[in-house]
């Protein structure tokens, strides 16, 4: 078994683990104990993925088309947040509007 990736915390590792899986590739998670000692431990590089050693070129590749795909969504979300967020002032803006005109009427 190779340490094919060190994952940022636990859930992120059966992650990684569950996508190797689901191409037929046997993973092992290491370090589901170790998170209980994180005050006491540093608290990174506990959550690892390993996996046999003939299956380690595949694996690389599936995990690195998983990280692509992880810095292409977060610029998805942002361009959605983003166009979210000026709809949302427009609209402020236009409610703020129609209740100044309600308020002091139309001379």
Avoid: C
Avoid at 5 to 22: K, S
Avoid at 58 to 73: M, T
Avoid at 81 to 87: A, G, I, L, R
């Amino acid at each position: 078994m190779k340490l094919i990736y060190r994952a940022g915390d636990i859930n992120e590792a059966n992650i990684v683990a569950g996508m190797l899986h689901a191409h037929g590739i046997d993973a092992h998670v290491g370090g589901y104990y170790l998170q209980g000692g994180v005050g006491d431990l540093a608290a990174f590089n506990f959550a690892n993925v390993h996996v046999p050693d003939e299956d380690v070129a595949q694996a690389r590749l599936l995990i690195a088309q998983y990280e692509d795909d992880s810095d292409n969504s977060d610029d998805t979300f942002t361009e959605k947040s983003n166009s979210h967020f000026v709809v949302s002032v427009i609209l402020f803006a236009l409610i703020l509007i129609v209740i100044t005109i309600i308020v002091y009427g139309v001379s």
